[in-house]
C-alpha cells in the first residue's frame, strides 16, 4: 500500500512570512514529485513538479527533494492572503501508468 | 488551448438513477485520468486510459461503474444505480503521456445524490 502522509493543519502563518509544507511517502521507488493548490470547492491546481534530489525554485515556491528520508516539502516565501488553500502533495512511482498518490492535503491559512 | 473541461458541473439526482459525466482533456494529450475525491481527502484514482485504451482500474470501482474514451479524445464516466455513497466530486485529468507526468485537473463535476 502506497501511502503519501501530510499534517492536515491547519497551517497558520502571517502575510509577508514562510510557509513550509512537509510530505512524506512510503515507496522507495517513487519518482515524481508533485504539488497541487485546492481552494475550497474548486479543483487542483498543479503549482510544482520535482524529480531530483534538492531544490527547485519557481517564484515565490520552492520544492525541496529528498529520496533518502523520503520526504518532500513545499516553502512558499512572502506568503499571501490569496496563498491560503489546501496543498496536495502527490507521488508518482515508476512502471508506466504514472498514477500519483494523493496525500489528504494540508490547510494553509495566511493572516494578514 | 483552454485546458481540461468537464460537464456538468454539478448533478443533482437520486438514488438509483444513472449518471453519466463528460471529460474533453487538453487537446495534444493522450493520457486521461479520473478521480473521485471527499471532503478532507485527496483525489482517489479510479481509472485511467492512454488514447482509447483503458489500461487501469482501480479495485475501489465497482461495475457500477464505467468509463470510455472513444476514439481517444474526450471520456465519459457512467454511474449506473447511484447511492449516496457516490456523492463525490468527480474530477478529471489529462497528461501528456510522454517525457514528464503532471497531470493537469479540470474543474469538476459534482456529484449530489439524494
Known amino acids: 500500500q502506497k501511502e503519501v502522509e501530510q499534517n492536515s493543519g491547519p497551517l497558520s502563518v502571517p502575510e509577508g512570512a514562510i510557509a513550509s509544507l512537509n510530505c512524506t511517502y512510503s515507496d522507495r521507488v517513487s519518482q515524481s514529485f508533485f504539488w497541487y493548490r485546492q481552494y475550497s470547492g474548486k479543483s487542483p491546481e498543479l503549482i510544482m513538479s520535482i524529480y531530483s534530489n534538492g531544490d527547485k525554485e519557481d517564484g515565490r515556491f520552492t520544492a525541496q527533494l529528498n529520496k533518502a528520508s523520503q520526504y518532500v516539502s513545499l516553502l512558499i516565501r512572502d506568503s499571501q492572503p490569496s496563498d491560503s488553500a489546501t496543498y496536495l502533495c502527490?507521488?508518482?512511482?515508476?512502471?508506466?501508468?504514472?498514477?500519483?498518490?494523493f496525500g489528504r492535503g494540508t490547510s494553509l491559512i495566511v493572516h494578514p | 488551448d483552454t485546458g481540461v473541461s468537464q460537464d456538468p458541473r454539478h448533478k443533482i439526482t437520486k438514488r438509483g438513477q444513472n449518471v453519466t459525466f463528460r471529460c474533453d482533456p487538453i487537446s495534444e494529450h493522450n493520457r486521461l485520468y479520473w478521480y473521485r475525491q471527499t471532503l478532507g481527502q485527496g483525489p482517489e484514482f479510479l481509472t485511467y486510459f492512454q488514447n482509447e485504451a483503458q489500461l487501469e482500474k482501480s479495485r475501489l470501482l465497482s461495475d457500477r461503474f464505467s468509463a470510455e474514451r472513444p476514439k481517444g479524445s474526450f471520456s465519459t464516466l457512467e454511474i449506473q444505480r447511484t447511492e449516496q455513497g457516490d456523492s463525490a466530486m468527480y474530477l478529471c485529468?489529462?497528461?501528456?503521456?510522454?517525457?514528464?507526468?503532471?497531470?493537469?485537473f479540470g474543474p469538476g463535476t459534482r456529484l449530489t445524490v439524494t
Open positions: 502527490a507521488v508518482t512511482s515508476s512502471g508506466g501508468s504514472y498514477i500519483p498518490t
Open positions: 485529468a489529462s497528461s501528456p503521456g510522454t517525457g514528464f507526468h503532471e497531470q493537469y
